[in-house]
C-alpha cells in the first residue's frame, strides 16, 4: 500500500542485523563500500480488531482470526515483537535488492505492472519453485469433522492452483498487470485422524498442544474452531509449537463437508498467506495503515460478498479479489506481485522459512 522509499544504492549478498531495536539496519556487500538503509518507522503489530469485528457481526462474512491470535501472542511473549521485527528487516532488504535490479525475474515473475518496489527480483532471492509438504490433523468430535481424503485433496489442489496461478483474465484490467504466480507447490505428506470429544477449539491454540505440529512441513489442524470463525494462521518468527494453520473443517476443501460462501478452499490460501507473512489487504487499520506491499492498493477495512468493481476506498480502487480480503471464496482470485516478493523473501538465505528449501 503505502510506498516505502528505500535509498537504493546497494546489491547486497548479505547483511549484518543490528540490535533488534534499532529502527535502521545496515546491509553491507564484501566487495563494495556501498550500503542503504531500511526504513522500519511505519512497522506496527498492533490492530484495530475492534472496527472489524463490528462490521463481522453482520451476517455471514469472513472471520479470521489471525490478527486477534497475534495480539494475544504478543501479550503473552513481548519477545515474539523482536523477532517479527527481525523477520521484516530481512524482507524489506531483500525487497530493497529486488527493486535496484529491476527486471532481472524471479522464478516466475515478469509481470512488473508498475509498482514502485518489490517486483522483479534479484540474484538472492530464491529461485524455482518451492515445494512445500504438508501434514494435516484432522481432529473430529462427529462424523462430519472427519473429513474425508477427497476433501483433502480437494483443499490441496486449490492451493497448488491459487498459488500457481497464470489465468489472470477474470482479474479487473487494472490489476491484472500485478497478478502473480507465486511458484509455490503444496504436497499432501500424512494425514493424521484423531477422535475427540471437545467440540470445539477456539483459537487459543489447544489443539496445537494436543496434536503438535510437525517440523519442516506446514501444519494445518482441521478442526472446529466455533464463534463463526473459519481459520487463524501464525505468522513466520512465532515459536515452533504452534507454527501452522487451523481451520474449521466446513471451511476447507471445496468438496464433502463444506459450507457456501466458504466453499472454494479460499480460507486455506488466505491463511497459508499469513504463514507466508502477508496482512490482510487493508492492512488492519485505516487507510494509512500498511500491509507493508508496494502494489496492493491503499483500504480502510475489509470488503465483504461479492463487491462489484470499482470498489473506492482511500481514493483508489480496492483489490477486493485479493486472497487477502474478506471476500466469499468465489470472487476472490488473486495474490499480487508485491505479496508473490514479500511471501517469497522467507525462503531466501537467512529467512525464516528457509529450511523448507533446504
Ligand atoms: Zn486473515
Redesign the pocket.
Known amino acids: 500500500m503505502r510506498k516505502i522509499s528505500f535509498l537504493l544504492l546497494a546489491i547486497s549478498a548479505m547483511f549484518v542485523m543490528s540490535c533488534a531495536n534499532d529502527p535502521v539496519v545496515s546491509l553491507n556487500q564484501e566487495s563494495s563500500a556501498l550500503s542503504q538503509d531500511i526504513d522500519m518507522s511505519d512497522f506496527y503489530l498492533v490492530t484495530e480488531e475492534e472496527a472489524v469485528s463490528a462490521k463481522t457481526q453482520m451476517g455471514h462474512s469472513r472471520q ?4 486477534h491470535v497475534l495480539n494475544r501472542q504478543l501479550n503473552e511473549n513481548p519477545e515474539l515483537r523482536d523477532k517479527m521485527y527481525n523477520v521484516e528487516q530481512h524482507t524489506r532488504a531483500l525487497m530493497a535488492t529486488y527493486a535496484a535490479k529491476p527486471g532481472k525475474g524471479n522464478g516466475g515473475g515478469g509481470n512488473n505492472g508498475g509498482s514502485d518496489g518489490g517486483t522483479g527480483g534479484g540474484d538472492t532471492g530464491y529461485q524455482g519453485t518451492v515445494n512445500i509438504p504438508v501434514h494435516v490433523h484432522v481432529v473430529y468430535s462427529n462424523s462430519n469433522e472427519n473429513i474425508s481424503d477427497s476433501q483433502i485433496n480437494s483443499q490441496i489442489s486449490v492451493l497448488n492452483n491459487d498459488f500457481n496461478d497464470t489465468n489472470y483474465g477474470d482479474i479487473p484490467s487494472e490489476f491484472q498487470g500485478l497478478a502473480a504466480d507465486i511458484d509455490i507447490t503444496f504436497t499432501l505428506a500424512q494425514v493424521d485422524r484423531h477422535a475427540n470429544s471437545r467440540t470445539s477449539w477456539g483459537t487459543t491454540d489447544a489443539v496445537k498442544s494436543a496434536y503438535p505440529p510437525v517440523a519442516d512441513h506446514l501444519t494445518i489442524w482441521v478442526c472446529n474452531i466455533g464463534g463463526g470463525i473459519l ?3 501464525q505468522f513466520p518468527g512465532g515459536s515452533a509449537s504452534t507454527d501452522g494453520v487451523v481451520i474449521s473443517p466446513q471451511y476447507f476443501g471445496t468438496t464433502g463437508y463444506v459450507a457456501a460462501p466458504f466453499d472454494k478452499g479460499r480460507t486455506a490460501t ?2 497459508v ?2 504463514w507466508l507473512n502477508l496482512r ?1 489487504i487493508w492492512g488492519d487499520g485505516r487507510c494509512k495503515q500498511d500491509d507493508f506491499v508496494s502494489d496492493t492498493p491503499s483500504s480502510d477495512g475489509p470488503n465483504y460478498g461479492c463487491p462489484s468493481y470499482p470498489t473506492v476506498n482511500c481514493r483508489s480502487n480496492d483489490m477486493t479479489m485479493n486472497y ?1 480480503d ?1 471476500t466469499d471464496d468465489a470472487c476472490m482470485n488473486m495474490f499480487s506481485q508485491g505479496q508473490k516478493d514479500r511471501m517469497r523473501a522467507l525462503f531466501a538465505a537467512g529467512g525464516v522459512r528457509e529450511n523448507l528449501v533446504q
Open positions: 479470521c482470526h489471525t490478527m481459520g487463524y494462521a488466505h491463511e498467506g499469513h490482510h487477502m474478506y
